[in-house]
């Protein structure tokens, strides 16, 4: 939901920073898609339908997997659909602030959880994801990628849900897929920075996916941005150090 007319991008390629060198593959469903096309050995969705209308709620659930997948969410708005957000016209997951709200995670399956997925709707430049494990960064994303991405694809502008079918046409609405290809998470924090509008989504999936379904979208090595984040850590501790030569002079 952007307060403005245009549509934000912030470059073709899905932003992400890894600590321990966490691949993840990006994908994005067909037009009017709600949910994943991919396959997984267990898996369960959160719509958000029973949850009462209010702001900064927190609750468990189970994505409907009876206790297979447990998840707490902490300071989520949840909102009756309108022409921003609500996959099948029901209640969606908003946000509109840059501390957001979180998901943990934890499965009953050894292996643990390597797959979230979401139908974001209007997206704006400002929509970002982190994953993490154990308190560790694992990968970040920006909508932003995807709103430049889909500009050019008319088919994902506009809500395509009734009532609400067509309206909000400045803004591409698709559902995203995350596949953490050699290893897993336990925290999805949902933030919307820089402040552009809300964060609607619906849907969230979450499983060990055992096939991917979608179209990729590209993501940029993790190493390449851990030395990118170095090379910033080196000129601050040659910036500070020179500080101190001055202070000393």
């Not at 992400?16 to 709600?34: H, Q, R």
């Not at 969606?92 to 709200?101: H, P």
């Not at 920006?142 to 009532?163: E, F, H, I, R």
Request: glycine letters at 14%; aromatic letters at 12%; charged letters at 10%.
């Amino acid at each position: 939901m952007a307060l403005g007319s245009a549509v934000v991008g912030l470059g073709l390629v899905a932003s992400a920073t890894s600590a321990s060198a966490a691949t993840f593959n990006v994908t994005y469903e067909a037009p009017g898609v709600l949910n994943s096309t991919a396959t997984f050995s267990s898996s369960g969705v959160e719509t958000f339908d029973s949850r009462p209308i209010a702001d900064g709620q927190s609750f468990n659930t189970d994505f409907g997997t009876g206790g297979v997948i447990s998840g707490a969410y902490t300071g989520v708005d949840i909102r009756a659909a309108n022409q921003y957000g609500g996959a099948s016209a029901t209640n969606f997951a908003s946000i509109a602030s840059s501390q957001g709200y979180s998901l943990a995670l934890s499965t009953t399956d050894p292996r643990g959880i390597n797959y979230f997925g979401f139908w974001l709707s209007a997206l704006d430049g400002g929509n970002n994801l982190a994953f993490y494990k154990a308190g560790v960064l694992q990968f970040t994303f920006n909508a932003g990628d995807v709103t430049t991405l889909l500009a050019g694809k008319p088919a994902y502008a506009g809500n395509p849900n009734a009532p609400f079918e067509g309206a909000n046409a400045n803004q591409p609405y698709a559902f995203l897929n995350f596949y953490d290809t050699d290893g897993t998470f336990d925290q999805v924090v949902f933030s919307e920075a820089p402040q552009i509008g809300g964060y609607e989504s619906d849907n969230h999936t979450v499983g060990f996916f055992t096939s991917q379904g979608g179209t990729p979208i590209a993501v940029p090595e993790p190493t390449s941005w851990a030395l990118m984040l170095l090379g910033f850590g080196g000129l601050g501790s040659v910036l500070r150090a020179r500080r101190r030569l001055l202070v000393a002079a």
